[in-house]
């Protein structure tokens, strides 16, 4: 029943430890910060029974290393993301007021992936990702449970043309 937006703004840079060579790959390591802004569900002042308030944020660092071997070019790496989050629950207390708890919820997980890359032209490439992310860490903060104990296997295939 959710329908709304969220805006999200996002820091990030890219650090380039080893240049690839003729006998060495390509090291890199990447950190993104998101910051969601806050996003409300319910109203309890309104006609809702209960409201949740969020305030999510997340950090992710990925490492990779890629290596451009004949025709392909050829990466693998790893990755953790943490999602922490401002949480505030408030509920009626049939009385005409409510009750409020807020805590910090805090959660993460890694990833893993693969990917291979041929150039098809001039200035277009042609690539496809493999991965694999694992279920999130036990939550930390607030008596929450984990939301997800599974894991996730994802891929991509993306047409690149740079002009």
Same mark, same amino acid.
């Given at each position: 029943?959710?329908?709304?937006?969220?805006?999200?703004?996002?820091?990030?840079?890219?650090?380039?430890?080893?240049?690839?060579?003729?006998?060495? /790959?390509?090291?890199?390591?990447?950190?993104?910060?998101?910051?969601?802004?806050? &996003?409300?569900? =319910?109203?309890?002042?309104?006609?809702?029974?209960?409201?949740? #308030?969020?305030? /999510?944020?997340?950090?992710?660092?990925?490492?990779?290393? =890629?290596?451009?071997?004949?025709?392909?070019?050829? &990466?693998?790496?790893? =990755?953790?993301?943490?999602?922490?989050?401002?949480?505030?629950?408030?509920?009626?207390?049939?009385? =005409?007021?409510?009750?409020?708890?807020?805590?910090?919820?805090?959660?993460?997980?890694?990833?893993?992936?693969?990917?291979?890359?041929?150039?098809?032209?001039?200035?277009?490439?042609?690539?496809?990702?493999?991965?694999?992310?694992?279920?999130?860490?036990?939550?930390?903060?607030?008596?929450?449970?984990? /939301?997800?104990?599974?894991?996730?296997?994802?891929?991509?295939?993306?047409?690149? &043309?740079? #002009?």
């Amino acid at each position: 029943g959710f329908d709304g937006r969220m805006n999200v703004f996002s820091v990030g840079a890219r650090v380039g430890l080893l240049r690839e060579s003729f006998t060495l /790959p390509a090291v890199t390591v990447s950190v993104v910060r998101r910051f969601a802004g806050a &996003l409300q569900l =319910g109203n309890v002042g309104g006609a809702d029974l209960a409201d949740v #308030l969020f305030d /999510p944020s997340v950090t992710s660092v990925r490492a990779t290393v =890629g290596k451009d071997l004949f025709a392909f070019g050829v &990466l693998a790496g790893v =990755g953790w993301d943490d999602f922490s989050s401002e949480t505030t629950v408030r509920a009626t207390n049939g009385v =005409g007021g409510f009750t409020n708890q807020s805590a910090s919820v805090e959660a993460s997980r890694r990833t893993y992936f693969g990917g291979l890359s041929k150039q098809i032209g001039v200035l277009s490439w042609i690539s496809a990702e493999v991965g694999w992310v694992q279920g999130f860490d036990a939550v930390r903060g607030g008596g929450a449970a984990s /939301p997800d104990i599974g894991h996730t296997l994802y891929g991509s295939v993306a047409l690149v &043309l740079k #002009l």
